[in-house]
């Protein structure tokens, strides 16, 4: 081996990752049984168990337990299993002669308790025959003659592989549970065989899986209904004066959001599948490369009108939730703003009222500081007159007393006023230093 640089640590899974699905290679007659089941974690972990009992009881060795794909012979049959994303996929598939494409079933081989066991929720059971067109004496040419081996119902088919083969089913659980598919080989190689085998199965599976959404759809329309109306109301309310209070229709269209949102989250996923698995049925009949068959249905023209119109109401609702959970946050947006401007008007309010508090507080304190003023005023002279007594008393003053008391009143009354402004400029912290 060339010496190459470090390789990326799951460069070989990821090569192999296209190898991971091989086609059978079918050489008709072959006739085939196959299971698509729904599963869950828990069940995903029994799977590989059950799996086990299977390959025990027929001596076949084991698959380890993390595999995505397994196919071997059982001897009565060779068994094919997929494992993807949401389900499980098994096939059962015998070679051999037969008259008749649909009786006695492949499933038949298989022990009944073991099949009953299997893990999972059954999403889709079908028969599939392969006919060989050179190799069958009373080969079917009429549309009657197909029709007779789906129970007389009525037939979806095509030339496919570009005319290398016909296939049919009639998209019907018949009695036994399963629904029926037939090829009629006329130029198909093995590998082709195989794979329009697994496309014509893979488009039943992925048209039910598609369908999953249906059910959830119809319900989730009348709960919108009621939604699209609610809101209606609300933000009628908030185009009227009178009526509920805006934090009262905030606190409803918060409800009614938190409602919409959880609905969104819950089937986001759901829906995404459908578009997904709907995708993929589109894919898988394009790669049939059906021709028409005169007076037959194609399989493109029954999923036109058959799944389409289920797929156009999954998206229609999936677009009406999220419509209407942006219609929801932007009324919710517009009255949360209007409640924000109210509290700001009511800020603005209040401010002016406490500024005009605090004018009046001033005025209040400047009158206090006056009265203060001339209180101190007559009791420092007071103190002056009494001094000026003392003095004149013990023959040190030659002025009459209250002259000097009335000289002092101006003289206190400055000093006492300029002290008293400068104690609030220190107060207030606007002395100059």
Known sequence: MANLPPAYPQRFLLHNEVHARPFEALHPPERASYLALLVNEHERMQEHAHLVRLCEQYGVKAPPADIKHFSNNFGNFRLHLERHTEFTRYQFIIKADFTDPFADPVINRLPPEWVQAIPGQLMVAAHLAILKADAVKHLPTTVDDIVSYFEGNHIV??????????????????????????????????????????????????????????????????????????????????????????????????????????????????????????????????????????????????????????????????????????????????????????????????????????????????????????????YAVSLVGYIAKALKSADLLHVNPEIVMGVSIPIVALFIASGVKHLRKSVTGNTKH
């Open 157 to 378: 088919g095509a030339h496919i592989g570009d005319g290398a083969a016909l296939a049919f089913t009639d998209f019907t659980i018949h009695e036994d549970g399963f629904s029926r598919f037939l090829i009629v080989d006329k130029s198909l190689y093995s590998r082709q065989c195989g794979r329009m085998m697994l496309r014509l199965l893979e488009i039943e599976t992925y048209r039910m899986m598609a369908f999953m959404a249906l059910p959830l759809a119809r319900d989730l329309i009348p709960v919108l209904a009621n939604a699209d109306k609610k809101l209606m109301t609300l933000t009628t309310a908030m185009t009227q004066e009178q009526g509920k209070k805006d934090e009262e229709l905030l606190e409803e269209l918060s409800q009614l959001a938190a409602m919409i949102e959880n609905i969104v989250s819950s089937t986001a996923y759901r829906f995404s599948a459908t578009e997904a698995y709907y995708e993929l049925v589109a894919r898988r009949i394009i790669e049939l490369r059906e021709v028409r068959i005169q007076g037959v249905q194609t399989f493109q023209e029954f999923m036109d009108r058959r799944l389409a119109p289920a797929i156009r109401t999954c998206e229609s609702v999936a677009q009406r939730q999220a419509e209407l959970s942006k219609r929801v946050n932007n009324a919710s947006q517009l009255l949360r703003t209007r409640v924000e401007i109210k509290h700001e008007e009511q800020n603005q309010a209040l401010l002016a009222s406490m500024d005009n508090r605090a004018h009046l507080q001033l005025r209040l304190q400047e009158t206090v500081e006056g009265l203060s003023v001339a209180a101190i005023t007559y």
